[in-house]
Protein backbone atom coordinates (compact mmCIF):
# COMPACT_ATOMS: atom_id res chain seq x y z
CA UNK A 1 0.00 0.00 0.00
CA UNK A 2 2.71 2.53 0.83
CA UNK A 3 5.45 1.30 -1.81
CA UNK A 4 4.93 4.23 -4.13
CA UNK A 5 5.86 6.59 -1.35
CA UNK A 6 8.49 5.08 0.07
CA UNK A 7 10.09 4.86 -3.85
CA UNK A 8 9.76 8.01 -4.02
CA UNK A 9 10.59 9.79 -0.64
CA UNK A 10 13.19 7.09 0.47
CA UNK A 11 15.67 8.36 -2.40
CA UNK A 12 15.25 12.28 -1.97
CA UNK A 13 16.60 11.11 1.65
CA UNK A 14 19.59 9.15 0.59
CA UNK A 15 18.55 5.96 2.22
CA UNK A 16 18.84 3.19 0.56
CA UNK A 17 15.97 0.65 0.57
CA UNK A 18 14.46 -2.48 -0.72
CA UNK A 19 10.71 -3.21 -1.49
CA UNK A 20 9.96 -7.02 -0.58
CA UNK A 21 7.13 -7.99 -3.32
CA UNK A 22 6.74 -9.26 -6.46
CA UNK A 23 6.71 -7.18 -9.65
CA UNK A 24 4.02 -8.07 -12.16
CA UNK A 25 5.92 -7.99 -15.53
CA UNK A 26 3.27 -5.78 -17.56
CA UNK A 27 5.57 -3.09 -18.24
CA UNK A 28 8.39 -5.03 -18.90
CA UNK A 29 9.43 -4.73 -22.86
CA UNK A 30 9.10 -8.29 -23.64
CA UNK A 31 5.57 -7.96 -22.66
CA UNK A 32 5.01 -4.72 -24.46
CA UNK A 33 6.94 -6.19 -27.34
CA UNK A 34 4.64 -9.52 -27.78
CA UNK A 35 1.13 -7.77 -27.07
CA UNK A 36 2.89 -4.44 -29.59
CA UNK A 37 3.46 -7.54 -32.48
CA UNK A 38 -0.35 -9.24 -31.87
CA UNK A 39 -2.15 -5.57 -32.33
CA UNK A 40 -0.07 -5.71 -35.37
CA UNK A 41 -1.59 -9.04 -36.85
CA UNK A 42 -5.14 -8.15 -35.33
CA UNK A 43 -5.46 -4.69 -36.50
CA UNK A 44 -2.89 -5.17 -39.94
CA UNK A 45 0.31 -2.80 -39.45
CA UNK A 46 -1.95 0.45 -37.92
CA UNK A 47 0.80 3.44 -37.20
CA UNK A 48 -0.11 2.56 -33.69
CA UNK A 49 0.53 -0.92 -33.10
CA UNK A 50 3.67 -0.96 -35.33
CA UNK A 51 5.24 1.78 -33.92
CA UNK A 52 4.53 0.52 -29.82
CA UNK A 53 6.48 -2.87 -31.21
CA UNK A 54 9.48 -0.53 -32.64
CA UNK A 55 9.69 1.24 -29.65
CA UNK A 56 9.70 -1.52 -27.13
CA UNK A 57 13.41 -1.37 -27.34
CA UNK A 58 13.66 -4.90 -28.23
CA UNK A 59 12.69 -4.54 -32.33
CA UNK A 60 16.33 -3.86 -32.96
CA UNK A 61 16.02 -0.85 -34.40
CA UNK A 62 18.05 2.30 -33.75
CA UNK A 63 15.80 5.24 -31.71
CA UNK A 64 17.12 7.77 -34.95
CA UNK A 65 15.80 4.74 -37.65
CA UNK A 66 12.33 4.45 -36.15
CA UNK A 67 12.27 8.58 -35.60
CA UNK A 68 12.92 8.22 -39.58
CA UNK A 69 10.26 5.74 -40.27
CA UNK A 70 7.77 7.46 -38.48
CA UNK A 71 7.98 10.84 -40.01
CA UNK A 72 7.54 9.09 -43.44
CA UNK A 73 4.73 6.96 -42.24
CA UNK A 74 2.71 10.15 -40.85
CA UNK A 75 3.40 12.07 -43.76
CA UNK A 76 2.05 9.81 -46.01
CA UNK A 77 -0.69 8.19 -43.96
CA UNK A 78 0.60 4.27 -44.27
CA UNK A 79 -0.67 1.27 -42.80
CA UNK A 80 -1.44 -2.77 -43.91
CA UNK A 81 0.81 -5.05 -44.60
CA UNK A 82 1.10 -4.37 -48.18
CA UNK A 83 1.87 -0.65 -48.08
CA UNK A 84 4.48 -1.96 -45.67
CA UNK A 85 5.97 -4.86 -47.96
CA UNK A 86 6.36 -2.50 -50.76
CA UNK A 87 8.99 -0.24 -51.83
CA UNK A 88 8.55 2.86 -50.33
CA UNK A 89 9.16 5.92 -53.60
CA UNK A 90 7.22 9.18 -52.95
CA UNK A 91 8.70 11.91 -50.53
CA UNK A 92 6.75 14.13 -49.43
CA UNK A 93 6.97 18.05 -49.12
CA UNK A 94 8.85 19.41 -46.76
CA UNK A 95 10.81 15.70 -46.82
CA UNK A 96 13.25 15.98 -49.74
CA UNK A 97 16.23 15.72 -47.49
CA UNK A 98 14.97 12.04 -47.01
CA UNK A 99 17.28 9.20 -48.65
CA UNK A 100 14.64 6.78 -49.77
CA UNK A 101 17.50 4.29 -50.37
CA UNK A 102 18.62 4.38 -46.65
CA UNK A 103 14.44 4.66 -45.80
CA UNK A 104 13.74 1.18 -47.43
CA UNK A 105 16.34 -0.65 -46.07
CA UNK A 106 14.79 0.81 -42.30
CA UNK A 107 11.36 -0.82 -43.59
CA UNK A 108 13.31 -4.17 -44.26
CA UNK A 109 14.56 -4.41 -41.13
CA UNK A 110 11.97 -3.64 -39.47
CA UNK A 111 8.69 -5.07 -41.43
CA UNK A 112 10.69 -8.31 -42.26
CA UNK A 113 10.69 -10.57 -39.22
CA UNK A 114 6.81 -9.38 -38.77
CA UNK A 115 5.56 -10.72 -42.16
CA UNK A 116 6.96 -14.68 -41.28
CA UNK A 117 5.31 -14.35 -38.13
CA UNK A 118 2.03 -12.83 -39.64
CA UNK A 119 1.48 -15.48 -41.58
CA UNK A 120 1.51 -18.18 -39.03
CA UNK A 121 -1.27 -16.03 -37.39
CA UNK A 122 -3.62 -15.51 -40.79
CA UNK A 123 -3.47 -19.32 -40.64
CA UNK A 124 -7.34 -20.14 -40.78
CA UNK A 125 -7.69 -22.62 -37.57
CA UNK A 126 -4.56 -21.62 -36.43
CA UNK A 127 -3.81 -23.91 -32.70
CA UNK A 128 -2.65 -22.50 -29.78
CA UNK A 129 0.38 -24.72 -30.30
CA UNK A 130 0.88 -23.28 -33.69
CA UNK A 131 0.45 -19.61 -32.80
CA UNK A 132 3.06 -19.99 -29.80
CA UNK A 133 5.37 -22.19 -31.71
CA UNK A 134 5.44 -18.85 -34.40
CA UNK A 135 6.01 -16.59 -31.49
CA UNK A 136 8.76 -18.79 -29.73
CA UNK A 137 10.56 -19.10 -33.30
CA UNK A 138 10.62 -15.06 -33.44
CA UNK A 139 11.49 -14.08 -30.27
CA UNK A 140 14.51 -16.87 -30.39
CA UNK A 141 15.56 -15.67 -34.14
CA UNK A 142 15.44 -12.38 -33.58
CA UNK A 143 18.07 -12.32 -29.95
CA UNK A 144 15.34 -10.88 -27.71
CA UNK A 145 16.97 -13.04 -24.59
CA UNK A 146 20.36 -11.42 -25.48
CA UNK A 147 18.40 -8.13 -25.14
CA UNK A 148 17.35 -8.46 -21.94
CA UNK A 149 20.30 -9.48 -20.58
CA UNK A 150 22.05 -6.79 -22.19
CA UNK A 151 19.32 -4.23 -20.55
CA UNK A 152 19.85 -6.20 -17.26
CA UNK A 153 23.48 -5.72 -17.28
CA UNK A 154 23.09 -1.87 -17.79
CA UNK A 155 20.90 -1.56 -14.63
CA UNK A 156 23.11 -3.87 -12.61
CA UNK A 157 26.05 -1.30 -13.64
CA UNK A 158 23.45 1.81 -12.51
CA UNK A 159 22.68 0.04 -9.37
CA UNK A 160 19.02 -0.83 -10.24
CA UNK A 161 18.92 -4.53 -9.32
CA UNK A 162 15.88 -4.87 -8.77
CA UNK A 163 15.14 -4.07 -12.52
CA UNK A 164 18.29 -5.82 -13.46
CA UNK A 165 16.87 -9.12 -11.37
CA UNK A 166 13.51 -8.72 -13.60
CA UNK A 167 14.97 -8.26 -16.71
CA UNK A 168 17.21 -11.63 -16.22
CA UNK A 169 14.34 -13.35 -15.05
CA UNK A 170 11.34 -11.92 -17.40
CA UNK A 171 12.20 -14.34 -20.95
CA UNK A 172 12.20 -18.02 -19.11
CA UNK A 173 9.20 -17.23 -17.28
CA UNK A 174 7.13 -16.05 -20.50
CA UNK A 175 8.60 -19.44 -21.98
CA UNK A 176 7.24 -20.78 -18.55
CA UNK A 177 4.06 -19.34 -19.64
CA UNK A 178 4.31 -20.81 -23.43
CA UNK A 179 4.71 -24.21 -21.94
CA UNK A 180 1.72 -24.12 -19.94
CA UNK A 181 -0.29 -22.44 -22.10
CA UNK A 182 0.35 -25.11 -24.88
CA UNK A 183 0.22 -28.42 -22.50
CA UNK A 184 -3.95 -27.08 -21.42
CA UNK A 185 -4.81 -25.54 -24.50
CA UNK A 186 -2.47 -26.68 -27.60
CA UNK A 187 -4.87 -28.31 -29.91
CA UNK A 188 -7.54 -25.60 -29.20
CA UNK A 189 -8.63 -22.98 -32.17
CA UNK A 190 -8.64 -19.62 -31.56
CA UNK A 191 -9.17 -16.64 -33.50
CA UNK A 192 -5.80 -13.93 -32.85
CA UNK A 193 -8.05 -11.74 -30.76
CA UNK A 194 -8.66 -14.39 -28.28
CA UNK A 195 -5.33 -15.98 -28.46
CA UNK A 196 -4.08 -12.28 -27.29
CA UNK A 197 -7.02 -11.98 -24.61
CA UNK A 198 -5.66 -15.20 -23.66
CA UNK A 199 -1.72 -14.04 -23.29
CA UNK A 200 -2.98 -10.87 -21.45
CA UNK A 201 -4.61 -12.78 -18.71
CA UNK A 202 -0.80 -14.96 -18.66
CA UNK A 203 0.80 -12.27 -18.18
CA UNK A 204 -0.88 -10.87 -15.53
CA UNK A 205 -0.17 -13.65 -14.13
CA UNK A 206 3.37 -13.67 -14.44
CA UNK A 207 5.52 -11.95 -10.94
CA UNK A 208 9.12 -11.59 -10.09
CA UNK A 209 10.38 -12.39 -6.96
CA UNK A 210 13.75 -9.90 -6.54
CA UNK A 211 16.79 -10.23 -3.62
CA UNK A 212 18.24 -7.36 -1.98
CA UNK A 213 21.50 -6.67 -3.71
CA UNK A 214 23.46 -5.57 -0.43
CA UNK A 215 22.10 -5.84 3.71
CA UNK A 216 22.75 -2.17 4.12
CA UNK A 217 19.66 -1.14 3.48
CA UNK A 218 16.29 -0.60 4.98
CA UNK A 219 13.62 -3.49 3.97
CA UNK A 220 9.93 -2.61 3.54
CA UNK A 221 8.31 -6.30 3.77
CA UNK A 222 4.65 -7.48 3.91
CA UNK A 223 4.18 -8.88 7.52
CA UNK A 224 2.48 -12.06 5.71
CA UNK A 225 5.70 -12.60 2.90
CA UNK A 226 9.02 -11.40 4.44
CA UNK A 227 10.88 -12.85 6.92
CA UNK A 228 13.74 -11.06 8.60
CA UNK A 229 16.29 -11.88 10.87
CA UNK A 230 18.34 -10.22 13.63
CA UNK A 231 16.12 -7.23 13.63
CA UNK A 232 17.30 -3.85 15.70
CA UNK A 233 14.94 -2.01 14.89
CA UNK A 234 11.34 -2.60 13.43
CA UNK A 235 8.50 -0.04 12.14
CA UNK A 236 4.70 -0.90 11.89
CA UNK A 237 3.65 1.27 8.71
CA UNK A 238 -0.27 1.98 9.04
CA UNK A 239 -1.26 0.56 12.39
CA UNK A 240 -4.19 2.38 14.20
CA UNK A 241 -6.33 0.96 17.02
CA UNK A 242 -8.79 -0.47 14.53
CA UNK A 243 -5.50 -2.60 12.84
Given at each position: ?????????????????????????????????????????????????????????????????????????????????????????????????????????????????????????????????????????????????????????????????????????????????????????????????????????????ITVGV?????????????????????????????????
Amino acid sequence: VYSHYIEEIFPDYGIPVFLDYKRNVLENPMVEFLRAFLEIAEQDFTYESVFRYLRSGLAGMEPEDVDVLENYVLALGIRGHRRWAAPWETLYKGGEHVNLTVLNEARERAAAPLFALREAFKKKGATVWEMTEALFRFLDGGGVEERLLSMASDFSGEGAYSLAKEYEQVYELVMAMFDRLVHLLGDEKVSRREYAQILDAGFGEITVGVIPATVDRVVVGDITRTRLDQIKVLFFIGVNEGI
